[in-house]
T-cell receptor, first 113, second 116 residues
């Protein structure tokens, strides 16, 4: 069965610092992987997705993620954090049947000035 | 504007009082789904619908019902709410659910439900 594990429920960075949010997946088939962001009192918004094309995926707001099959990882990065990046981030994998996304438990990103 | 609309956004109710959370999308999407979000648990799927009149259980369907009579609407029904159904609920839609879902899920803004 598909699953994702997000390492670290809270990550704190300073403005301008590198953002690294970790996600490891488990999948019995080639995975389709997603990162979503949730701002306070809002729904989830897609940041980027991997669907077996390029292993380095670029998303919105300067975020990118690299699919590493050997490490079963799909970590999210941004070179320079901005205050507006403070939010909760979810990694997700499509289930084998294609009927659901399986979400990780989320990582809250805090950005300090 | 393309969107998924949920109502109500906030609701406080009492145990046993039936309620319905409505969900409507204006993107002509075939696939719709309900998730609940609880602290430390992420999002878990309650029910999904691949198309009109086609619904199926997700991971946590107990205590919930759904229907899909029209393509754009997918209401979530709590026949007899209990306190363990206190949660933040999200409706989501996607263009197609026929193949492995590689498409973007569009989410509503959420409905925060408290059952006393």
């Amino acid at each position: 069965a598909q699953s994702v594990t997000q390492l670290g429920s809270h990550v704190s960075v300073s403005e301008g610092a590198l953002v690294l949010l970790r996600c490891n997946y488990s999948s019995s088939v080639p995975p389709y992987l997603f990162w979503y962001v949730q701002y306070p009192n809002q729904g989830l918004q897609l940041l980027l997705k991997y669907t077996s094309a390029a292993t380095l995926v670029k998303g919105i707001n300067g975020f990118e993620a690299e699919f590493k099959k050997s490490e079963t990882s799909f970590h999210l990065t941004k070179p320079s954090a901005h205050m507006s990046d403070a939010a909760e981030y979810f990694c997700a994998v499509s289930n084998q049947a294609g009927t659901a996304l399986i979400f990780g438990k989320g990582t809250t990103l805090s950005v300090s000035s | 504007e393309a969107q998924v609309t949920q109502n109500p956004r906030y609701l406080i109710t009492v145990t046993g009082k039936k309620l319905t959370v409505t969900c409507s999308q204006n993107m002509n999407h075939e696939y719709m789904s309900w998730y609940r979000q609880d602290p430390g648990l992420g999002l878990r799927q309650i029910y999904y619908s691949m198309n009109v009149e086609v619904t199926d259980k997700g991971d946590v369907p107990e205590g919930y019902k759904v229907s899909r009579k029209e393509k754009r609407n997918f209401p979530l029904i709590l026949e007899s709410p209990s306190p363990n159904q206190t949660s933040l609920y999200f409706c989501a839609s996607s263009l197609s659910g026929r193949e492995r879902n590689t498409g973007e899920l569009f989410f509503g803004e959420g409905s925060r439900l408290t059952v006393l």
